[in-house]
């Protein structure tokens, strides 16, 4: 399954075995468009266990930077989630996740949770829906007295949906003894207005494109991210508009 080439619990669907993981080194740590390590590079890692009837559960960690909001060195994932298997390659998923930011005080709470539910075909297209009720979201203020200007940010909370399209396509199979693969990806996220709070509904449309090389237990992903500049109205972190790589090695 791809997920947007950045490395992420949802992978773990493709994987029926009892138990299994990845541990994975990128460049950039970019999920929906923006960067959660500040444009530089992050360690990360996944550990899951599924049954035969497609039940699985696992856990995901990944460094971030601290100097970003909330202020954590490290973000922790725990999801749940069943899978269906189809005829002629198809599956479906519904899971759920619980996203917490770790690793030392936070400035205020980023916690969130979310559904999703996701169409898969051969593991090679996926279209996902995902409902984030309590989905965290900023509003820059700016703060003036006399002649000393400083900016802030207030901290909301409101509903959020997001719907996420991804594929890969087989370029060259033997390649270095694996295959050479065309990846991409394409997502849309909404956020909407809190209730009874200033700030308005927002969307932006994110995405990347890129290759990536299968060797063995090793992967190689090499794309170009990019997304909206309203994603910055949402966020604190810089709008993803660059390249990125990542390396992963499955357990």
């Known amino acids: 399954m791809v997920a947007l080439f950045a490395p992420h619990p949802g992978r773990c669907q493709s994987d029926l075995s009892p138990v299994g993981g990845t541990l994975v080194a990128t460049s950039d740590y970019i999920y929906r468009g923006v960067s959660q390590s500040d444009g530089r590079g992050a360690l990360q890692a996944d550990l899951h266990a599924s049954s035969a009837g497609g039940l699985f559960g696992g856990v995901w960690a990944s460094t971030r930077d601290s100097d970003l909001e909330p202020g954590t060195p490290a973000e922790m994932q725990l999801y749940l989630g069943q899978r269906f298997s189809f005829g002629s390659g198809w599956s479906a998923t519904l899971s759920g996740r619980a996203d917490y930011f770790v690793g030392g005080p936070a ?4 916690d969130y949770q979310e ?25 820059s203020v700016a703060y003036q007295y006399e002649e000393y200007q ?15 399209a ?10 270095l003894g694996g295959g050479l693969y ?13 209730d009874h709070q200033p700030p308005p509904a ?12 299968e060797w ?3 992967r190689l992903d090499v794309g170009y991210f990019a997304a909206q500049r309203q994603a910055a109205e949402l966020f604190p972190y810089a709008v993803a508009k660059r390249l990125a790589g990542t390396i992963s090695w499955q357990l």
């Open 166 to 175: 991804a594929g890969q396509w087989l370029l060259r199979e033997g390649l």
């Open 216 to 218: 063995r237990r090793w």
């Open 202 to 213: 927002v969307d932006y449309l994110y995405g990347n494109a890129g290759f990536a090389l």
């Open 115 to 139: 559904l999703s539910a996701a169409l898969t075909w051969l593991d090679r297209y996926t279209l996902s829906v995902t409902a984030i009720p309590n989905a965290v979201r900023y509003s």
């Open 182 to 194: 065309l990846t991409a990806a394409a997502g849309y996220y909404y956020a909407s207005r809190p």
């Open 150 to 164: 400083e900016e802030y940010y207030q901290v909301y909370r409101s509903a959020a949906f997001v719907a996420d």
């Open 107 to 110: 400035h205020h709470s980023d």
